[in-house]
């Protein structure tokens, strides 16, 4: 009886690559597929909509979200530590810039207002992610869990404040706090939704990991860690460092992000599931598309804005955002197929 | 009186989701999909229980939960695909198909004239719940630490390589404790429906699986010592409202407290000496690669 083994390749660079972009390619099939059997549009006007999405530039609100959370997480799954927590550490992040910039004089300051609303939103977010870090490193608790729960306890946090003590005054009993001063408010480029500047930064981002991932001590040992704690043990980096380490700049980068999107995209706190919106959950998946390199996360993070961008064009009603979570997660599937396919072969024995 | 409150539907469902969970990751696999199924099963229940009634519901929900856990079983076993990444996938695909299945349920209502509350006409008592509490805990344990099959998913999630030396399919084993979890976990979902909510409402039962989850952990995989944290547990979350109207804490603090106390008890249970002498699922997550035995 011929038996079915599963063995070990390492397909080469070039036709791992090809491998993804069969995946993409794929995922819009998908994509049409289902848009036009759940929500009965006919196909052709789903694939005109889609084509039409890659080439809008209002996606590049999303990319100044995936990009720099994908480029986050990528550090921290290096050494296989589990960080799912990037939707928490975006939420608490958004808190920290609406603190900052509604609640403190220096939100009326120029320059200076969005400057520190950034820097203390990525504070915070490092400090919420370090929790489950310190949690795993001294005393090995699981941090998928951890960090899962974490996201709860961030989304009731900020609908406490929205609801409660932070609620505004001008907002007619809506759940949100009041707008932050037009110092800090990170101006669109007209005619579109998205910031210059917030749009560098997040380039930015892809060098600065790129080099500290593949040039750097730290880095190559975070890599290493990854396959062998002990061997990096051994080579004289602590391993509870590492870890800390990994934890708290996937935090910074998230919380970042969480910053950005009160000073440049909502102008206000809402309650926690409008912030997060699942970015952070399709943000992990956003880093394994691009295989975990910083190099290829600027790829990966487009296509996946496109199409969450996707659900603000259709607009088929309630059904449409659940019918792009349903997609996004089928091409993420397919994601796990295609590692497989540049990982293993199957053989048939005889 | 004390019982009627501790024992009610939303405990057994608890409970059932618990027992099932660990039924999964006693064979070391890491069960983050089960949030996704959980609301994908309440959808299925509702629509199903308006569309063609209870019993076909209920076998309808079984018969998801079978195709879940044998799709799951494709990805971690045959795919070697990360158990976490799986999970989280399987989460994202469900947690959308269930609300279009849900507002299938909802529009029949509609259609057909029925209310879209469930009627019902059976209802639980605490002495019930007791009786099948008693019966699907005591069962779970025999199965897992009296049978053949149960000792072989424990070896398989405490040391995956040395059970298939001393010849146990871990494939196969892995696969049978997520169709039994899975079964188990479905039922749970027709009990919150049938006998707790009656009702649907988009992603409902989202965060309840990862609660499971978390009180699996904190019984360390045990189904007899799961029963004390689900009593704590599910009388705190239905006990939040009550402290929201009686004191005036505010609703979304109490939401935190289920997910806060779980952090807390898994990190108390990890540091315990208990924790550190009974055998649980060491290799809970590790991808089986069968083919590096012969090295």
């Not at chain 1, 996937?250 to 950005?260: D, K």
């Amino acid at each position: 009886m011929p038996k079915i083994a599963v063995i070990r390749r390492d397909l080469r660079p070039a036709l791992s690559i090809a491998v993804r972009l069969g995946v993409a390619l794929a995922g819009i099939g998908v994509a049409i597929l289902s848009i036009s059997i759940l929500l009965g549009v006919d196909a052709w006007t789903v694939t005109k909509r889609i084509l039409n999405t890659f080439l809008k530039p209002d996606l590049i609100r999303y990319f100044i979200v995936f990009l720099p959370v994908g480029l986050g997480l990528a550090v921290a799954y290096h050494a296989r530590l589990w960080n799912l927590g990037a939707e928490g550490q975006i939420v608490i992040g958004a808190v920290a810039a609406t603190y900052i910039a509604l609640f403190t004089p220096l939100g009326g300051i120029p320059v200076v207002g969005p400057v520190t609303a950034l820097l203390s939103a990525s504070l915070a977010g490092a400090l919420w992610a370090l929790l489950p870090g310190l949690l795993r490193a001294y005393l090995n608790v699981n941090e998928a869990i951890t960090t899962l729960m974490m996201n709860y306890v961030a989304y009731s946090f900020c609908n406490y404040l929205v609801y409660g003590p932070w609620r505004g005054r001008k907002v007619y009993g809506y759940p949100e706090t009041d707008l932050i001063p037009d110092a800090s408010k990170l101006y669109w480029i007209q005619g579109y939704s998205f910031s210059l500047w917030s749009l560098l930064i997040a380039l930015a981002f892809i060098p600065v990991v790129y080099l500290f991932l593949y040039k750097t001590r730290i880095g190559t040992a975070i890599r290493g860690f990854g396959s062998s704690p002990a061997a990096v043990e051994i080579s004289g980096v602590s391993g509870t460092k590492l870890i800390i380490l990994a934890f708290f700049i996937s935090g910074a980068l998230a919380g970042l992000v969480g910053g950005n999107e009160i000073l440049m995209y909502h102008r206000k706190l809402v309650p926690g599931e409008k912030i997060g919106a699942g970015m952070g959950f399709v943000s992990i998946m956003v880093s394994w598309l691009a295989d975990l390199n910083p190099a290829l996360m600027p790829l990966s993070a487009y296509y996946v804005s496109a199409l969450h961008y996707l659900r603000m064009i259709m607009q088929m009603g309630e059904l449409t955002e659940p019918v792009v979570r349903f997609f996004i997660g089928m091409i993420f599937m397919l994601l796990l197929v295609s590692i497989f396919i540049s990982k293993y072969k199957v053989v048939i024995k005889k | 009186m004390i019982l009627e409150e501790l024992f009610e539907s939303f405990f057994f469902f608890l409970l059932l989701a618990a027992i099932g969970d660990i039924l999964v990751e006693r064979s070391g696999v890491l069960n983050l999909g089960i949030d996704g199924f959980i609301t994908l099963c309440l959808a299925i229940c509702y629509s199903a229980t308006i569309a063609y009634g209870p019993l076909a519901s209920l076998a309808l929900a079984v018969t998801a939960g079978v195709l879940y856990a044998i799709l799951i079983a494709l990805f971690v076993n045959l795919l070697h695909s990360s158990h976490v990444l799986t999970g989280l996938v399987m989460n994202m695909i469900f947690y959308g198909l269930s609300v279009i299945i849900g507002y299938w349920g909802l529009d029949l209502a509609m259609e057909k004239g029925i209310p879209r509350t469930l009627m019902i006409g059976l209802s639980l008592d605490w002495h019930s719940i007791l009786t099948l509490s008693f019966i699907s805990v005591l069962t779970a344990w025999l199965f897992l630490y009296r049978t053949r099959t149960g000792t072989a998913i424990r070896a398989c999630g405490y040391n995956p390589r040395s059970a298939d030396y001393l010849g146990v399919n871990v494939w196969r084993t892995r696969m049978l404790s997520l169709i039994a979890g899975y079964i188990v976990i479905a039922l749970g979902g027709y009990v919150y429906v049938s006998f707790y909510s009656r009702a649907w409402t988009p992603y409902i039962g989202m965060g309840y699986g990862f609660l499971a989850l978390a009180l699996a952990i904190s019984s360390l995989w045990h189904p007899l010592l799961i029963v004390l944290p689900t009593i704590i547990f599910s009388y705190l979350l239905r006990s939040l409202y009550i402290y929201q109207l009686e004191y005036g804490i505010s609703q979304h603090l109490l939401s935190m407290i289920p997910y806060i106390a779980s952090i807390v008890f898994i990190t108390a249970v990890a540091t315990s000496p208990i924790g550190k002498r009974l055998p649980i699922p060491k290799a809970l997550g590790e991808i089986y690669y069968k083919e590096e035995r012969a090295a």
